[in-house]
């Protein structure tokens, strides 16, 4: 079975400087998806960025994107000029691409933007 | 115009009671979900049906049973609440793709159920 750690429960950032959200998983297969979700207060779950396994390429959405390491298993989350709005949880997951379309979730990590 | 929505998003109730829970999508998606998010945040799938077919079921207590009647709607069902089942729970959606590409699940706003 695959597993998603995330080891930062807590992270804090100042508002316009850049934060790094780490989440390393577990898998023998060799093709997947991966995903950061966000999670703010009103509980929504919103879709920050993804990345196929196969695609050497880092995704990058605006002030989000990622360090995808296939080999390490690493995919970490750096965020950009911060803004207050981005203070939230934040959840990385893990999809298969064979065996049906689960995500699996990392524990989150808490996202505190001072101003 | 809510894409995913549920029903209701707030629910109190007495251990032992039966309970529902419902979820509409209007994307026309062919799979939904059912998660569960525990007091410690930690997201976990329950059950996913796709055209009404129920393709995964996880290690979920029998009480609990979802139903889904067209292809928009996954409702979740509980039976003889307990005290664990309180937590929020959350109905997802997606289309599934083609080869090597993934399909994006979409979230409703979450149900925050508390057993009394």
């Known amino acids: 079975a695959q597993t998603v750690t995330q080891s930062q429960p807590e992270m804090s950032v100042q508002e316009a400087e850049t934060v790094t959200l780490s989440c390393t998983y577990d898998?023998?297969?060799?093709?997947?998806?991966l995903f950061w979700y966000k999670q703010p207060p009103s509980r929504q779950m919103i879709l920050v960025i993804r990345?196929?396994?196969?695609?050497?390429q880092n995704a990058t959405e605006n002030r989000f994107s990622v360090n995808f390491q296939k080999a390490a298993k690493s995919f970490s989350l750096k965020i950009s000029d911060s803004q207050l709005g981005d203070a939230a949880m934040y959840f990385c997951a893990y999809r298969s691409a064979f065996s049906g379309s689960r995500l699996t979730f990392g524990e989150g990590t808490q996202l505190t933007v001072n101003p | 115009d809510t894409a995913v929505s549920q029903t209701p998003k707030y629910l109190v109730t007495q251990m032992g009671n039966d309970k529902s829970i419902k979820c509409e999508q209007n994307?026309?998606?062919?799979?939904m979900y059912w998660y569960k998010q525990d007091s410690k945040k930690f997201l976990k799938i329950m059950f996913s049906y796709n055209n009404k077919e129920l393709i995964i079921n996880e290690t979920v207590p029998n009480r609990f049973s979802p139903k889904s009647p067209d292809k928009a709607h996954l409702n979740l069902h509980i039976n003889s609440l307990e005290l664990g089942d309180s937590a929020v729970y959350f109905c997802?959606?997606?289309?599934?793709?083609?080869?090597?590409?993934?399909?994006?699940?979409?979230f409703g706003p979450g149900t925050r159920l508390t057993v009394l």
């Open positions: 990345q196929e396994a196969y695609k050497q």
């Open positions: 994307l026309g998606h062919d799979t």
């Open positions: 898998t023998s297969e060799s093709d997947y998806y």
């Open positions: 997802a959606s997606s289309q599934p793709q083609g080869l090597g590409e993934s399909d994006t699940q979409y």
